[in-house]
């Protein structure tokens, strides 16, 4: 069977709702042990089979303390808990810019130093979620794309040095992706008014739509799988078009 995961472990954060539970089930369903770690857990994962480790990414010692429940040996590690903030940099307070660094580089920092030991013995991959924000400028993503660029970089510093311990990682950005998120954005910032401002976003991509959970977890499978065993180093946008397709 192709992108076959019997047999494997696999770390997933933030994987108790919007694309990473989506990664956290597809996994599964190939055969993966699965366990979450994320502030909450989702009893849909747990009827599943899902363990979720209710931790905090941005402190390196709890996550550590936290990660006795799993396994000693790490196959995968998906690091996709982040959060947004829209602003550009005169609305960006100090404490805003901190929290996203905090979430979203320390976090996959953290995760990162705690899980390697666990991969050096027989390898494994790491998937990072970056973001289209880290190839090209969107109006009002000041502190997103600073950390997000940040994810994207260390994708590669990490599959530079660990190539020989048979450690593979990548990078998926995706573009708009359909998740609960964007529903209450949507309800918060525009009420009354939320069909029109989703048509609006969703026309943003060249496509037509914005993407769905479920195909980016498609490519992160993919990435995970020994069908993937060629490839370390490299980012994979998943964007309607975005990148490469805008103003032509």
Same mark, same amino acid.
């Given at each position: 069977?192709?992108?076959?995961?019997?047999?494997?472990?696999?770390?997933?954060?933030?994987?108790?709702?919007?694309?990473?539970?989506?990664?956290?089930?597809?996994?599964?369903?190939?055969?993966?042990?699965?366990?979450?770690?994320?502030?909450?857990?989702?009893?849909?994962?747990?009827?599943?089979?899902?363990?979720?480790?209710?931790?905090?990414?941005?402190?390196?010692?709890?996550?550590?303390?936290?990660?006795?429940?799993?396994?000693?040996?790490?196959?995968?590690?998906? %690091?996709?808990?982040?959060?947004?903030?829209? &602003?550009?940099?005169?609305?960006? !307070? #100090?404490?805003?810019?901190?929290? /996203? $660094?905090?979430?979203?580089?320390?976090?996959?920092?953290?995760?990162?130093?705690?899980?390697?030991?666990?991969?050096?013995?027989?390898?494994?991959?790491?998937?990072?979620?970056?973001?289209?924000?880290?190839?090209?400028?969107?109006?009002?993503?000041?502190?997103?794309?600073?950390?997000?660029?940040?994810?994207?970089?260390?994708?590669?510093?990490?599959?530079?040095?660990?190539?020989?311990?048979?450690?593979?990682?990548?990078?998926?950005?995706?573009?708009?992706?359909?998740?609960?998120?964007?529903?209450?954005?949507?309800?918060?910032?525009?009420?009354?008014?939320?069909?029109?401002?989703?048509? %609006?976003?969703?026309?943003?991509?060249?496509? &037509?739509?914005?993407?769905?959970? !479920? #195909?980016?977890?498609?490519?992160? /499978? $993919?990435?995970?799988?020994?069908?993937?065993?060629?490839?370390?180093?490299?980012?994979?946008?998943?964007?309607?078009?975005?990148?490469?397709?805008?103003?032509?």
């Amino acid at each position: 069977m192709k992108f076959d995961l019997n047999n494997k472990n696999a770390l997933v954060t933030g994987g108790s709702s919007g694309i990473g539970k989506a990664i956290a089930e597809t996994l599964n369903s190939q055969g993966a042990t699965v366990y979450v770690i994320d502030l909450n857990e989702n009893e849909s994962n747990t009827a599943l089979g899902i363990s979720t480790i209710t931790t905090d990414i941005t402190n390196l010692d709890t996550l550590k303390e936290a990660l006795k429940e799993v396994p000693d040996q790490i196959d995968l590690l998906i %690091n996709n808990a982040g959060i947004g903030f829209v &602003g550009n940099v005169e609305q960006t !307070e #100090e404490e805003d810019f901190d929290r /996203l $660094y905090q979430v979203n580089v320390k976090g996959v920092f953290n995760c990162i130093k705690a899980v390697l030991p666990r991969m050096k013995v027989k390898g494994g991959a790491i998937i990072n979620m970056a973001s289209i924000v880290s190839h090209v400028a969107v109006n009002n993503r000041f502190a997103y794309t600073m950390t997000k660029g940040a994810v994207h970089a260390m994708t590669f510093a990490i599959a530079k040095d660990y190539i020989h311990e048979g450690i593979r990682c990548n990078s998926v950005s995706p573009a708009r992706v359909h998740t609960p998120f964007v529903d209450d954005y949507l309800k918060k910032n525009y009420p009354g008014n939320e069909q029109e401002m989703f048509e %609006n976003l969703s026309e943003t991509q060249p496509i &037509g739509r914005m993407g769905k959970p !479920e #195909e980016v977890a498609n490519l992160v /499978l $993919y990435l995970c799988s020994d069908e993937a065993s060629f490839i370390t180093g490299s980012d994979f946008p998943i964007d309607g078009g975005f990148v490469k397709l805008n103003g032509n």
